[in-house]
């Protein structure tokens, strides 16, 4: 049985969650002025974890043909025949019944609004045989974690709440932009859509830049709204750095593009979350 569970925890990428789970504890830090009870934050955590397993067993199911195909994602466990696709389903259907379950032990509101995630996370693995906007939709379906964060913790939105959510989905957009390039060739000939495919590579590139300078500005708009101390700043000057870290590796050589992709992201996402934790006890010491 353990085995089994890592071979599951292996196919959803379970460390991957650190691109969503450090920016939905940021908002809820934001929205509670401070720290969220531990009620909140523990079913915060239960709820990235069920949409996470949910929203990548499905992808893993939905994409195994192409999956197949493509000679970088051959090795997958659904196509390597080492996970069925009726497991891939029963664990989606798990994890979909965790997020709900935990939106409904939070408050109403974010209950009510569960539906809403569940379908932009089924959607989302469907789109790249349709639109080059599918970024934009992963970015939307991250950027739920820290709107429905806020939503647990202040039972309503803001413009604040908002703002950090744009952030986050384009954040996520332009590193997944990033992450298309290994693919150009593989969806041109499949008939897949992506940014990199339909732009090519340099100007995919220049977009991924925008999109993350749109992220900083919109996560410096956030400290202003919210009164956040020097420490948030200096988060976000180390994130920015590596940010700009992340474009100059992949701008020298494309092989790195898995480095970038999780390592240095997976620091923003935490360099955010640990200097917003900061800030906050900061200011608890100063006040005490």
């Not at 002025?33 to 909140?40: A, D, S, V």
């Not at 067993?57 to 893993?60: D, F, G, Y």
């Not at 974690?145 to 384009?170: D, H, N, T």
């Given at each position: 049985m353990l085995e089994r569970i890592k071979v599951y925890m292996e196919?959803?990428?379970v460390e991957h969650t650190v691109f969503a789970l450090p920016f939905a504890l940021t908002s809820a830090l934001i929205a509670a002025?401070?720290?969220?009870?531990?009620?909140?934050t523990f079913w915060i955590v239960v709820a990235l974890f069920g949409a996470r397993t949910a929203a990548m067993?499905?992808?893993?199911l939905i994409d195994a043909e192409i999956d197949a195909k493509n000679p970088r994602t051959a090795n997958r466990h659904i196509?390597?025949?080492?996970?069925?696709?009726?497991?891939?389903?029963?664990?989606?259907?798990?994890?979909?019944?965790?997020?709900?379950?935990?939106?409904?032990?939070?408050?109403?509101?974010?209950?009510?609004?569960?539906?809403?995630?569940?379908?932009?996370l089924v959607l989302y693995s469907f789109t790249k045989r349709f639109t080059y906007l599918c970024h934009i939709?992963?970015?939307?379906?991250?950027?739920?974690?820290?709107?429905?964060?806020?939503?647990?913790?202040?039972?309503?939105?803001?413009?604040?709440?908002?703002?950090?959510?744009?952030?986050?989905?384009?954040?996520?957009?332009?590193?997944?932009?990033?992450?298309?390039?290994?693919d150009v060739e593989f969806d041109r000939k499949e008939g897949l859509y992506s940014i990199p495919a339909v732009l090519g590579d340099e100007r995919a590139l220049i977009l991924s830049k925008l999109f993350h300078i749109l992220t900083l500005i919109g996560l410096i708009w956030i400290?202003?709204?919210?009164?956040?101390?020097?420490?948030?700043?200096?988060?976000?000057?180390v994130?920015?750095?590596?940010?700009?870290?992340?474009?100059?590796?992949?701008?020298?050589?494309?092989?790195?593009?898995?480095?970038?992709?999780?390592?240095?992201?997976?620091?923003?996402?935490?360099?955010?979350?640990?200097?917003?934790?900061v800030n906050y006890l900061w200011e608890m010491m100063w006040n005490s």
């Open positions: 196919m959803i990428k002025h401070g720290f969220p009870t531990l009620f909140q067993s499905l992808n893993r196509p390597r025949g080492i996970v069925k696709k009726s497991e891939a389903l029963i664990l989606a259907i798990i994890g979909f019944v965790l997020m709900v379950y935990s939106a409904y032990k939070l408050n109403p509101l974010a209950f009510k609004l569960s539906p809403i995630a569940i379908l932009v939709v992963l970015g939307v379906a991250i950027a739920l974690a820290p709107l429905g964060a806020w939503i647990v913790v202040k039972g309503s939105v803001s413009l604040s709440a908002f703002i950090l959510s744009f952030s986050v989905g384009l954040w996520v957009a332009g590193f997944d932009i990033i992450y298309a390039l290994q400290g202003v709204l919210e009164k956040l101390g020097f420490w948030y700043y200096i988060g976000l000057g994130s920015a750095f590596l940010m700009a870290k992340e474009h100059k590796i992949i701008s020298q050589d494309r092989s790195k593009i898995g480095y970038a992709f999780f390592n240095l992201n997976g620091y923003i996402s935490l360099t955010i979350f640990f200097f917003t934790l």
